[in-house]
């Protein structure tokens, strides 16, 4: 049985509401962020996934995402199915969390396995089930995939000198690790991308790139909350993000909880409050970033990035470096997520179009990397990406040495 709270009363309420121009050059002070302000940013932030319990009773713990900001209702999810439809009913997402939650549902499947056999190699076929059914449940992110490459490393590193408990064992700490570590490259790539947002300038967002969508404080939402923290006194102008309004329901909130100032816009908004001189920049997330830069994210992205371009604004991509897919050689070879027509037709359940109107939805557009103007990663920002800054910054290589 899901467990069901109250509300979810944001910290502070209608305080929040600041969508007021401020010049450029008037002077406002700018704090150092310290380490416990970041924390405390953090501890306040609602958290996506989780794992409980020990290695024979885990659950992944899922915030239901489909049911914010109305209700807070957890999810405990104990097998492999289960978490698969979880994935692909959005009540998990945003890249960096699908792969965390993807990474708990490899060791939800194969510990039942682990228990009847001994040696490690009776999970192998198990093993290929899980990594199967989890990678196809959604096709767009690339986080989810590096992510299960990642627990099928420790996989194999393991068949031999371990036993199948011994293995399952090790397979959680791999994932309590992709965890942890995502909750770090949110921190840096926070650190590095709030010097990039004006002081006292209003910020445009898509989609939700918290803590809901991370396993911490976010990617783009990161770079936002570090620069508030910071006095940089930011106002952010949040897309509702048609059709399944991932910007109204779960970045208004994420904001409004940790005090940033929001003002929720309709999509179709961003023209005419960039014309006014109310946005002075775009920072968004990417699902999956290519070979020369090239970005995907939530459908949308693509057009306030030529809106940006044509009012003269910075476009900035805040992503991890295992958003980056430097097997596809540009944006054009992603596979974009076709969804449900009635996600368009009936949104939130509420009808307003013919019931049999023909309807496109596809999840996901690509920006092409000559419309950013800089990838902002946790090993530090490329400006103007191409196929050689992107080679050069990925050659920096992933400091955290195999378990
Ligand atoms: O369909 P969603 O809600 O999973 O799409 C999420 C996004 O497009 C995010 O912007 C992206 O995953 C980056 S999250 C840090």
């Not at 401020?22 to 002070?29: D, H, V």
């Not at 961003?270 to 775009?282: E, N, S």
């Not at 949104?347 to 496109?360: E, K, M, N, R």
Request: with cysteine; glycine share 8%.
């Amino acid at each position: 049985m899901p467990k069901v709270k109250k509300s979810l009363a944001p910290k502070r309420a209608a305080s929040a509401r600041v969508s007021v121009k401020r010049p450029l050059r008037e002077k406002i002070s700018v704090n150092k962020v310290s380490r416990s302000a970041a924390q405390t940013g953090l501890n306040e932030m609602l958290r996506g996934v989780d794992w409980r319990g020990q290695l024979y009773d885990g659950q992944v713990v899922l915030l239901d995402q489909t049911q914010l900001p109305q209700k807070v209702v957890y999810r405990n999810v104990s097998d492999i199915e289960s978490l698969r439809s979880a994935i692909i009913s959005l009540v998990v997402r945003g890249a960096p969390a699908i792969g965390i939650a993807s990474a708990y549902g490899i060791v939800l499947y194969l510990v039942p396995f682990a228990v009847k056999a001994k040696k490690a190699t009776a999970l192998e076929k198990p093993f290929k089930h899980a990594f199967e059914r989890l990678v196809s449940s959604r096709p767009t992110a690339v986080n989810l995939r590096w992510a299960l490459e990642r627990m099928r490393d420790c996989f194999e590193r393991h068949t031999t000198d371990l036993t199948a408990i011994e293995l399952c064992a090790r397979l959680l700490m791999e994932a309590k690790r992709i965890h942890r570590e995502d909750a770090e490259l949110c921190a840096r790539i926070a650190e590095n991308g709030m010097a990039l947002l004006p002081v006292g300038g209003g910020v445009l967002t898509h989609c939700n790139t918290g803590a809901l969508a991370t396993g911490g404080v976010g990617t783009a939402i990161g770079c936002i909350l570090y620069a508030h923290q910071a006095g940089k006194q930011i106002a952010v102008f949040a897309d509702e993000t048609r059709p399944l309004l991932q910007g109204a329901r779960l970045t208004a909130l994420e904001l409004q909880r940790a005090g940033v100032p929001v003002t929720l816009i309709c999509d179709n908004m961003a023209a005419h409050l960039m014309q006014r001189g109310r946005i002075q920049a775009v920072m968004v997330g990417a699902d999956r970033i290519t070979a020369n830069g090239d970005a995907a994210n939530k459908i949308g992205t693509y057009g306030l990035a030529v809106l940006a371009k044509h009012h003269g604004l910075p476009f900035y991509v805040a992503a991890p470096y295992s958003t980056f897919d430097l097997s596809l050689k540009d944006g054009m070879d992603i596979e974009i997520e076709e969804r449900h027509a009635d996600e368009v037709r009936a949104p939130q359940g509420t009808v307003f179009a013919p019931a049999d109107v023909q309807v496109a939805n596809p999840a996901f557009d690509v920006t092409p990397a000559n419309l950013i103007t800089a990838i902002i990663t946790e090993r530090g920002i490329i400006h103007r990406p191409n196929a050689k800054s992107v080679a050069k910054l990925m050659a920096n290589g992933h400091s955290s040495p195999a378990i």
